[in-house]
T-cell receptor, first 115, second 110 residues
């Protein structure tokens, strides 16, 4: 049981380049999330998807777009990367649905550097 | 919005010591989780505990929802307990978003 899988693990981009971070979960969870973590801080929510077919903005959505491709997959896209987007990105999922208050499960993170 | 404060920000202990980490939150919550981020950056879910007490081995947690705080206890600390411990809460008016504290950085010395 792989849980939440993120790819890639590491990425270096130049300012203005674009890329997509991939996330997949095999736990049949309804809700999926993208967070960023900056040094010395807790996580901040970028976007989330409460269920397949829906996406909503979190605390820090500017500069990002998301796609909930199907129930398993939730991708995060940076259209024009900026140095301020240098961070560690975490994908997470949780059941929701009949269990609205349920634990989050995290992937191992993607370390992104924008030069 | 809801505020989450964790204390202490940093804690250095010798192996074998016990510790208590605190999470205060400013409003009623319907979700509270404790996470451990190990030195390799992995986030591990320790407890889902919006109220009550739970134990898992050397770790236990208590949330007193009416007084808006949660405590994480670590007994007989080991070097592998080192890392950052985060508390995250869900507000009553939201089923989806978690608000995170800034974490407690714990260093266990051998």
């Amino acid at each position: 049981n792989a849980g939440v899988t993120q790819t890639p693990k590491f990425q270096v981009l130049k300012t203005g380049q674009s890329m997509t971070l991939q996330c997949a979960q095999d736990m049949n969870h309804n809700s999926m999330y993208w967070y960023r973590q900056d040094p010395g801080m807790g996580l901040r929510l970028i976007y989330y998807s409460a269920s397949e077919g829906t996406t909503d903005k979190g605390e820090v959505p500017n500069g990002y777009n998301v796609s909930r491709l199907n129930k398993r997959e939730f991708s995060l896209r940076l259209e024009s990367a900026a140095p301020s987007q240098t961070s560690v990105y975490f994908c997470a999922s949780r059941p929701q649905g009949t269990r609205p208050n349920s634990p989050l499960h995290f992937g191992n993170g993607t370390r992104l550097t924008v030069t | 919005g809801i505020q989450v404060e964790q204390s202490p920000p940093d804690l250095i202990l010798q192996e074998g010591a016990n510790s208590t980490l605190r999470c205060n939150f400013s409003d009623s919550v319907n979700n509270l989780q404790w996470f451990h981020q190990n030195p390799w950056g992995q986030l591990i879910n320790l407890f889902y505990i919006p109220s009550g007490t739970k134990q898992n081995g050397r770790l236990s947690a208590t949330t007193v929802a009416t007084e808006r705080y949660s405590l994480l206890y670590i007994s007989s600390s080991q070097t592998t307990d080192s890392g950052v411990y985060f508390c995250a809460v869900g507000a009553m008016d939201s089923n989806y978003q978690l608000i995170w504290g800034a974490g407690t950085k714990l260093i266990i010395k051998p």
